[in-house]
């Protein structure tokens, strides 16, 4: 069964300074990948997805992402932080076989501070 | 140009007394999703349609209930809400194919319930 580790519960970043959030997958097959964000009270949004193309994904947003195999990681990263950023980040796994279902990580909650 | 819409946004109940959450998409997708947020958590997934066809998840209490009329509508029914029951509910949309199965799942802006 494929599972999500998102490693920080938060993650806090002045504005103009590089944003990782990070995130571990386990997976039985080649795993689809996305990330997700969550402004307050809002649905959300997708980010990026990863889907056995290129390993370095580019997003919305100035967002990116690399799906890193070996290390079963997909870490998301952004050069400069904006004050919209601060939002819910959660990293999804779905299995690329049968039925797409998506597992979620606990999600990042990113503060970005002036 | 929202393409999953739920209405309302914000839903207050009493404890017991039914409740009805709708969801409408211009997607044309053939799957849509009902999951539950509780506050500081992951979306959990109630169950989905796939068509005409509905598929609980097996730990989704029976207190919950949907209905897909027709492609674009689906509405989720809470028939004796709890205290519990307070979450933010999103539904979600995706094409699904067996050509191509890595397919995204768009959200709707979910409907906040609060019991009371």
């Known amino acids: 069964a494929q599972s999500v580790t998102q490693l920080d519960s938060h993650v806090s970043v002045s504005e103009g300074t590089p944003v990782l959030l990070r995130c571990n997958y386990s997976s039985s097959y080649s795993p689809s990948l996305f990330w997700y964000v969550q402004h307050p009270n809002k649905g959300l949004q997708l980010l990026l997805k990863?889907?056995?193309?290129?390993?370095l994904v580019k997003g919305i947003n100035g967002f990116e992402a690399e799906f890193k195999k070996s290390e079963t990681s997909f870490h998301l990263t952004k050069p400069s932080a904006h004050m919209s950023d601060a939002a819910e980040y959660f990293c999804?796994?779905?299995?690329?076989?049968?039925?797409?279902?998506?597992?979620f990580g606990t999600g990042t909650r990113l503060l970005v501070s002036p | 140009d929202a393409m999953v819409i739920q209405n309302p946004r914000y839903q207050v109940t009493q404890f017991g007394k039914p409740v009805t959450l709708s969801c409408s998409q211009t997607l044309n997708h053939n799957v849509m999703y009902w999951y539950q947020q509780k506050s500081s958590q992951a979306p959990k997934l109630l169950f989905h349609?796939?068509?005409?066809?509905?598929?609980n998840e097996a730990d989704t209490p029976d207190n919950f209930q949907s209905r897909r009329p027709n492609t674009s509508f689906c509405f989720l029914d809470i028939r004796s809400p709890g205290l519990g029951d307070a979450a933010m509910y999103l539904c979600a949309t995706s094409h699904q194919n067996q050509v191509l199965a890595k397919n995204i799942q768009y959200f709707g802006a979910g409907t906040r319930l609060s019991v009371l």
């Open positions: 349609y796939y068509d005409k066809d509905f598929n």
């Open positions: 990863y889907t056995s193309a290129a390993t």
């Open positions: 999804v796994v779905s299995e690329s076989t049968g039925f797409q279902k998506l597992v």
